[in-house]
Antibody, heavy 116, light 110 residues
Framework: QLHLQESGPGLVQPSETLSLTCTVS??????????WGWIRQAPGKGLEWIGT???????SYNPSLESRVTISSDTSKNQFSLRLTSVSAADTAIYYC????????WGQGILVTVTS | ETVMTQSPLSLSVTPGETASISCRSS??????????LDWYLQRPGQSPQLLIY???NRASGVPDRFSGSGSGRDFTLTISRVEAEDVGVYYC????????FGQGTKVEIK
């Protein structure tokens, strides 16, 4: 059964880099049938797509975040990761990882707070 | 960039009645015979749950009270015989490579 689990620091200082990892079980992140991606939700707000990765190489990013975002994958660990640089309070959110093909599966999410 | 517009943004429904939510895309979502449009429900304090994929297919375990319809740019989520457990925020999402969400529709029970 497919399971995605986000992990990483719950607190990040302003201007630093936010780094999160999504560990996948039940499916290979190198599968060509799916896109793997990150979504976030600021407190009390809607869902915002951050970016996706396909076949361990091709990436697509939200234009509003593209200059600060990198998504990569590690097939040996069956994980994919998010890096968001130069964070501010506006980046405080619950971050979700997800797999999308015809259907979709999401992780439970991880709250990241940007604060000094 | 594809923009997803939901309406209404809030909805108050009497238990047992039917609710409908509209989602309109700025570009067609029909590609190679598939409409890449999902519907999610986010209950309070929970992560989003997939209800409908490819426009009209119910996800595993989703009650048949939920149905999706539409094609191209216009889609509708219909909730028949609304129950108290259906409260939350409903989102449409287009994919599969670039994901865009609607603003969300908050459903409450009268």
């Amino acid at each position: 059964q497919l399971h995605l689990q986000e992990s990483g620091p719950g607190l990040v200082q302003p201007s630093e880099t936010l780094s999160l990892t999504c560990t996948v079980s039940g499916e290979s992140v190198s599968s060509t049938a799916y896109y793997w991606g990150w979504i976030r939700q600021a407190p009390g707000k809607g869902l915002e797509w951050i970016g996706t990765i396909y076949q361990t190489g091709t990436t697509s990013y939200n234009p509003s975040l593209e200059s600060r975002v990198t998504i990569s994958s590690d097939t040996s660990k069956n994980q994919f990761s998010l890096r968001l640089t130069s964070v501010s309070a506006a980046d405080t959110a619950i971050y979700y990882c997800a797999r999308k093909g015809y259907t979709a599966t999401w992780g439970q999410g991880i709250l990241v707070t940007v604060t000094s | 960039e594809t923009v997803m517009t939901q309406s209404p943004l809030s909805l108050s429904v009497t238990p047992g009645e039917t609710a409908s939510i509209s989602c309109r895309s700025s570009q067609t979502l029909l590609h190679r015979g598939n409409n890449y449009l999902d519907w999610y429900l986010q209950r309070p304090g929970q992560s989003p749950q997939l209800l409908i994929y490819l426009g009209s297919n119910r996800a595993s375990g989703v009650p048949d009270r939920f149905s999706g319809s539409g094609s191209g740019r216009d889609f509708t989520l219909t909730i028949s015989r609304v129950e108290a457990e259906d409260v939350g925020v409903y989102y449409c999402m287009q994919g599969p490579q670039i994901w865009t969400f609607g603003q969300g529709t908050k459903v409450e029970i009268k």
